[in-house]
C-alpha cells in the first residue's frame, strides 16, 4: 500500500504534523510526504491513500491574502520564521488546479488554535469536501491538530498525529 501525505505549511507546524501522521501511516504503507507545490497528479495518482493537510486562516483553508498575512507576521515576530516552502501556492490553489474524476481513499486534518471550531473554524473540513468533491471517499472523519496562541505545537500533538496515522493506516488494511 502507498499513501501520499500532502501539507501546506506556513510556521512549520503543519510540516511537522504531516510527518508525524506519516510515521504512524509506516505501521501500514509505504509513505511520500510532499509540499503541496511538489503534488503532482502522477503522484496522487499511484497512492492508496492521499492524506492532505493545511493551517485553519480566518475560519478556513489559507487564501492568497491570508497567506501574505502570514508572511507579514512573520517578518515583524522574531519567534516565528517562516517555512521554505510557504512562498508557493496553497491548498486552495492546488485543489483548483486538480483534474476531477480522481477516485479512491483520502483523509484530512488541519491545525488552528486550541478553541473551538466555533471560533477558529477547521480548514480541515473545507479540505474533506474539496477532496469529496474531486472524488475521493474519505476514510476518516476530519481532523485537528493544535497550536497555542504563540504558534506553537501543544504538548502530545505530535504522539496525537503519529496514532491518528495508525488509525489511517488500519482502515486503509481493512479496506
Known sequence: MRAVVVYESMFGNTHVIADHVADGLRSGAEVTVVAVHDAT????????????GGPTHVHGMSSHRSREGAKDMAATDDDLELEPDAEGPGLRDWF????????????????????????????????AKRLRRH???????????????????????DARAVAWGRTLADALQAD
Open 41 to 52: 497528479t502522477e503522484l496522487i495518482d499511484a497512492a492508496d491513500l492521499l492524506v492532505v
Open 96 to 127: 483548483d488546479d486538480l483534474p476531477d474524476g480522481r477516485t479512491g481513499r483520502a483523509a484530512a486534518f488541519d491545525t488552528r488554535v486550541h478553541a473551538t471550531a466555533l471560533v477558529t473554524g477547521q480548514a480541515s473540513k473545507g479540505i
Open 135 to 157: 472524488g475521493f471517499d474519505l476514510v476518516a472523519d476530519p481532523e485537528s491538530f493544535f497550536v497555542d496562541k504563540e504558534n506553537h505545537l501543544e504538548p502530545d500533538e
